[in-house]
C-alpha cells in the first residue's frame, strides 16, 4: 500500500515545485527619486516675466488716479473716458472693420486652400508655401506688401489693410483646417460620390459640416491676430484711417494714459475669450476617426 502511494507523492511533489518555478518572481519596486529642489524656479519665473506687466496693466486702469504709479483707490472712471475719446472709438472702428473684412476673406480662402492641398497635392513643398506668411517676419511682409501696392498704384486706405491682414491670417486659418482635414474619414466623401453627388455637393453637405469646428477656430484666431496687429497695418494704411494699435501707439510715445490701460484691459478680455473658443474648438482636430 505504501508502495502504491510513493509514486502519487512524487507526482504531487513534482508538480508544486513546477509551479512554484513557473510562477513570476516578485516584483521590487525601485525607490522614486524625489524631485530636484529649484527645477520649477525658472517656469515660475518665465510666467511672472510674461504676465506680471499684463496684470499691473489690468489693476492700474481701475486706477483712481491718473497717476500710473500711485495707487489712491479703485475706481471705473476711466472706462467711460475711454468711450468718450473720439481717436479712440475712431480707432477702434476701423480695427473691428479691418479685422472682419481680413477674417472673412482668410476663412474662405483658407478653407478652400486647405481642401486642395488636402485632396490635389503631394508631398510638403506647397503646404508650406502656403503656411509660410504665417512665419514670415512682419516687417518683411509689412515692406513686401507696401511695395507691392506701390507698383500696382493701389490707394491705400482700410481696404488695403483688409487685403494685407487677410494674407497672413489665411495661412493660420488654412494650417487649422488641414489638421481638421487629416483626421476625416475619407470614406464619407467616397460614398457620397458613389451615390452620385457631385463634388460641390460633397463638400458642402459632408465634407463642410465635418470641418466647421476648425474653420471656426481658424476664424476666431485670425480675427484676433488682426485685432491687434501693428506693424502691417503701419505700413498698408493711409495717415487719415489708422487702426486701433497705431492710434495706440501716437499716444504712448508721450506717456501711457490710464485710457489705454482701460482699453488694454478690453482687448486683453476680447483675445482671451476667443483664444479660449479657438482652443476648445481645435480639440476637435485630435478625434481620431
Known sequence: MAEATAPSTDRADESVSAMTDAAPAPVTSR???????????????????????ILVVVVMSFNESRNLFVWTGFSLRWYPELFADGAMMQGLANTLIVATGATLIATVLGTLL????????????????????????????GIGLLTFFSLLSFTLGLHSVILAHGVFAT???TAIVLARMANLDPSLEEASRDLGMGPAKTF?????????????????LAFTLSLDEFVIAFFTTAPTQPTLPIVIYSMVRFGVTPEVNALATLLLLVSIVAVISAQRLTRLTGTSR
Open 204 to 220: 458642402l453637405r459632408v465634407t463642410l459640416p465635418q470641418l466647421a469646428p476648425g474653420i471656426v477656430a481658424g476664424a476666431l
Open 31 to 53: 525607490p522614486r527619486r524625489g524631485r530636484p529642489r529649484g527645477i520649477l524656479v525658472p517656469l515660475w519665473l518665465g510666467y511672472v516675466f510674461l504676465y506680471l506687466p
Open 114 to 141: 486647405a481642401y486642395g492641398i488636402h485632396h490635389y497635392t503631394r508631398g510638403g513643398l506647397i503646404r508650406a508655401f502656403a503656411i509660410a506668411p504665417a512665419i514670415l517676419p512682419d516687417l518683411l511682409l
Open 171 to 173: 495661412a493660420f486659418v
